[in-house]
């Protein structure tokens, strides 16, 4: 599921917003995956801690903000004259 979700990420603007509904999104699919605890005849759905014991990963906006800083680091190392280091560099304000 993430690696189909979280394509292209390190170009994405979030805001806290987007975070918030992201990780609500993650939770909703980790309850679909993950089936409800059976007890004794009865059903309940898995609290989130019980989700992070059995999912183990960081959580998909860890995973987006690790994977921007990535792309910065890969476009500060390119050579000056790439566009994407000189996108990064400029300052519209300025002409």
């Known amino acids: 599921m993430r690696p189909l979700f979280t394509y292209a990420t390190e170009t994405w603007t979030t805001t806290k917003n987007n975070e918030r509904r992201l990780s609500i ?3 909703k699919i980790l309850h679909r995956i993950y089936d409800p605890i ?7 759905t898995r609290y989130n801690r019980e989700f ?3 999912y183990n990963e960081p ?4 995973v987006i903000k690790s994977s921007r800083l990535r792309w910065v680091g890969h476009v500060v190392r390119m050579d000056d004259k790439e566009l994407p280091k000189k996108v990064l560099w ?4 300025r002409q």
Not at 59 to 62: D, L, S
């Open 25 to 27: 999104f993650e939770k």
């Open 90 to 93: 400029t300052n519209p304000g």
């Open 59 to 62: 959580n998909i906006v860890n």
């Open 38 to 44: 059976r007890k004794g005849g009865q059903c309940r």
């Open 52 to 54: 992070g014991e059995l």
